[in-house]
């Protein structure tokens, strides 16, 4: 653990092996970005709008449902984890997150807010998928985005822990914390994805389940750290030590 | 042109400029918060004549911030027209006593709709 002072710092492991997200959940976490393309789709048939809004809505209807077909893909990927072999290889973090921060520019321009990362001096290896991880950080991101107020900035950082045995890679929102009984509840959100829909956030619980069956499929952990002005979501992996045996 | 004043509370951004889009085109002046604490302070701020209201808020839910609003006589009396994807699992009786007027299913709903429902809780 590496919290410092007036953080908290918490893993959502131990929930996340049992079962796999139910339908419900599913279906109630896509209706949100299917309702807001289905309204701004009506309101370019019946309303008439400037070139530049008319341009703007467009853009929010084809990022919308980008977005939407991530959580699709990512529903089907964590559904078939369990009977799938995956390649775990080494992997450079900084390259696979800049790969992430370039794909997701686009959306948080969109949505007045940057994504940016936290170069490292210092290179480090994990042991993971690529595919998996880099689709953990960009549920991260997407999440942080939810929870970062206009005009800010979502940080992807890459850190060493346990003396170089575990790499850390986090997303940093600068939104308002979580509360702790929002943080509960998330967690025992977690323990049953049915029950989803009876709190919130549309943007962090079926994504967080899902990224937590993909670390789990990596032998990493994910986690939540709570700032006084918002919160890190991270996942620990095994550090390659293919580097110091160079 | 409409005088009254509505404030949107509503966390994602691109819906709430939706309904702002749809009310300014009617007339209305249009607020928004993106959370309960916010949505707070601006009532305070702005005294809307009208809330549109989504039940799933970054924080807290709309539940709290209903409490809140029927603690107080002057925005006890403020109409609300809950805007949710959990239309389903409401009921407009249990939720009269804290001044909604309206619930509006996001899913089914047409921009209209919102226009119609503010026409109807203002008059």
Partial sequence: ????????????????????????????????????????????????????????????????????????????????????????????????????????????????????????????????NRDLLRRIIMNFSDNALHYTDDNATVEIQIKSLSGGRIVRLGVRDFGPALSINVLNSLQSKLMDASTIIHARPQSSGLGLYISGQFADAMNGEIGIQRHRNGSTFFVDLQASNQLSLI | MNDAT??????????????????????????????????????????PDALILDVLLTGSTAFALLHELQSYSDTGSIPIVVCTNLANELKLEDLKPYGVKRILDKTTMVPDDLVVSMRSVLS
């Fill in chain 1, 1 to 128: 653990m590496s919290a410092t002072q007036g953080e908290h710092e918490q893993y959502l492991g131990g929930s996340l092996r049992d079962g796999l997200p139910s339908l419900v959940a599913a279906a109630h976490e896509l209706k949100a970005p299917l309702a807001l393309i289905r309204q701004l789709s009506l309101s370019l048939e019946d309303y008439t709008f400037g070139a530049d809004e008319q341009k703007k809505m467009l853009r929010q209807i084809s990022l919308t449902s980008e977005s939407a077909l991530r959580l699709t893909s990512d529903l089907t990927r964590s559904v078939r984890l369990s009977n799938a072999l995956f390649k775990l290889e080494p992997i450079n973090p900084q390259q696979l997150c800049e790969d992430v921060v370039h794909e997701l520019t686009p959306f948080f321009a969109a949505h007045d807010c940057r994504v940016k990362l936290q170069h490292r001096k210092h290179p480090l290896l994990l042991i993971a």
């Fill in chain 2, 6 to 47: 509505i404030l949107v509370i509503e966390d994602d951004n691109w819906l709430s400029q939706q309904y702002s889009r749809i009310l300014s085109a009617a007339g209305y002046e249009v607020e928004i918060a993106s959370n309960a604490l916010a949505a707070i302070e601006l009532i305070d701020e702005i005294n």
